[in-house]
Every structure is written in C-alpha cells, then in structure tokens.
C-alpha cells in the first residue's frame, strides 16, 4: 500500500510542512499520538509503518486528505490492471497452456501510472503520441508496429490495445519474449505484459535461469519509456508510479547469459527463494540522478530472492552499458 499512495513524496512534503512550522519531531510525536522513535521511522522512509500510525502522522500537517486522493488514484489504477489482465486471459484462453503467447515459464507485468494536472487526450491522440517515443532498445516496451496486423487499437472507451502475440498475425518471432500484451488509456494509465528473453528461442533452457543483467536494462527501458510518455502528455506530469511484478521465478538460477564474460555480480547466487517478486517505485519528473537510486529501490527484492546484494555501481555500471546500446540503436534508426 506504501508504494501505491506515493510513499516517498508524502514523507518528503510531510518533513516540509513540519520544518515551515517549526516542530520538532517531538512535538510532532505528540500531536500524532505516536512515539519518537516512530516518527524518526517515517522520516527515514520506513514502509514497514502501520498505515493508522502514518496516517496519525500525515493528519497533523493537513495531508490526510492527499492520502484519500492517492488512495483513490492507487484504486482506479488497479481497476485499470485488473481488467487489462482479464482481457488478456480472455485472449489466451483458446490457446494451449504451453503456447509461447501464454508465457508458461512466467513472465514480467510492468503498470505505470502518471500523477499530475493531465489533460484530457483522445485514444487517437495518445497512439500518436506513444508512436512518437523514441525507441530504448531492439524491442522497446509498448511498440507502435507500423505492419497492420500487428497496430494497436483504439477501442469504443479510447484505451488502446495492442497483442502482438497473436497467433496467425504475421510475426517475425513468435517465442514468449516477443509476444507482448498491452494497453494505454488517456487517463495516463499503461500495463504491459511480457515473457521472459530467457525464455525465447534462444535458449536452450527455458525457465531454469534469469540473466543477472537483462532484468533491469528491461525495467529501464520500461521506465524510460514512462518519463518520455508523461514529458509528452497534455498538461502537468508531476510524478509517474511504476509497479512491476517478475513471476515464474521459483527454481531460476541467476547467470551471466546475455553477456557471459561479464561480471555483474560477484556474490555467488542461489536459486531463486521466490516464486514471485512485486516492487513499486514513484519517481518525479525532471529531479537530476534519480534514475539510478530508483531503480536501484525497484530491483533490490529481485535480486534479494536470489541472495544478491545489488549495489549501487552495479547499477550505474549496467546503466551505462545500457545508454551506449540505445545510442547504438538511436543511429540506426
């Protein structure tokens, strides 16, 4: 629920609010009905709160009432990625359950919504606009195909929908990875479901690892996707929250795959403790820096399933690599 309501920018706004007038943490304790050293725990970000004992917090400096309206945002949005995800079983539900567009050894769900004064767009208008994104990577999140049979639709409600695993549409690959399912609504609002690259023709072990560096260079890639969308959406994109859940994880092994020389972790991994992993995180739109740390907050319980400590030049050393591939790509196309 923490990541949902914007934790971190409610901290932030709470701490501002509390030094404009002049209360110390004490005080501000005491008007809460809440010790000290709990206060001292929101400060710090603390997650593991008790939602009563943070909103005590918030009410003394008048921000219940944004936790009502990040409440109710947090709400539709899950409305949003319930149905999203219903239509998608709907679509599937002909298919064998090992068709690669089912994604049988799992699959990554990233949703992402944008916070702000947003103005209304068309579903028209917001295809155009996604089709405008520059592309991240070989097989960037929520691609606009220009082939016909592969275009995203704009239905009755202007939520769009694209489903590029398809059987019988003319597909280039047609393994899990490149079997994407997605959709956009004008209310800033976007889900996207695909398999694992692990997972894709070119393994010889579909299911059994998960490459230690592409988890995040996909997360990324899906992030910056959402920075660029809300830069571009009518009126005032203040903040985006992206949700990501990695499931199939149960019995994967974490490797240098992609990159088999590299050394991106030096601790020595297990199989994966989980079967799942769900991390959220709000980023602002426009703060220098923040990518790194953000995404560094996003991947830790990843890679903490499988007993890695990621670190943060980790991060950067793979975001590196990442920006000179996409430039790569940005000459070529």
């Not at 539900?93 to 916070?115: A, M, T």
Request: glycine share 6%; aromatic share 8%.
């Amino acid at each position: 629920m923490a990541d949902v309501l914007d934790w971190d920018a409610l901290v932030r706004e709470t701490k501002r609010r509390r030094d404009k007038e002049k209360l110390t943490q004490l005080k501000h304790a005491q008007l809460a009905g809440v010790s000290r050293d709990t206060v001292r725990s929101f400060d710090r970000y603390d997650r593991s709160l008790s939602l009563e004992k943070a909103i005590a917090i918030l009410r003394v400096v008048g921000l219940v009432s944004e936790v009502d309206r990040l409440r109710h945002a947090a709400g539709e949005q899950a409305d949003f990625v319930r149905r999203s995800l219903e239509r998608w079983d709907e679509l599937i539900r002909p298919l064998p359950k090992n068709h690669p567009s089912c994604f049988p050894h799992g699959k990554v769900s990233y949703s992402y919504q944008i916070h702000g004064e947003l103005e209304p767009i068309s579903g028209q208008a917001l295809l155009n606009l996604l089709a405008g994104v520059p592309a991240v990577s070989g097989w960037p999140p929520f691609h606009v195909f220009s082939k016909r049979s592969l275009q995203p639709v704009v239905e009755i409600d202007d939520e769009i929908e694209c489903w590029v695993g398809r059987p019988g549409d003319d597909r280039i690959f047609a393994d899990a990875p490149h079997a994407d399912y997605w959709r956009g609504s004008p209310q800033g609002r976007f889900l996207l479901l695909r398999g694992y690259q692990e997972d894709g023709d070119e393994s010889q072990e579909p299911g059994a690892f998960l490459d230690a560096g592409l988890p995040l260079w996909r997360a990324a890639d899906v992030l910056d996707h959402a920075l660029n969308v809300a830069r571009r959406f009518p009126g005032k994109a203040e903040r985006v929250v992206l949700l990501v859940t990695w499931d199939g994880l149960a019995g994967r092994r974490l490797v240098n795959w992609s990159r088999p020389t590299a050394m991106f972790f030096e601790q020595s991994a297990q199989r994966s403790r989980a079967s799942s992993v769900t991390n959220a995180i709000t980023v602002e739109i426009g703060v220098d820096g923040a990518t790194v740390l953000s995404l560094r907050n996003l991947m830790l319980p990843l890679y903490a399933a499988f007993d890695v400590d990621l670190q943060e030049q980790d991060i950067a050393s793979e975001l590196t690599r990442r920006r000179a591939k996409s430039a790569e790509i940005a000459r070529v196309n």
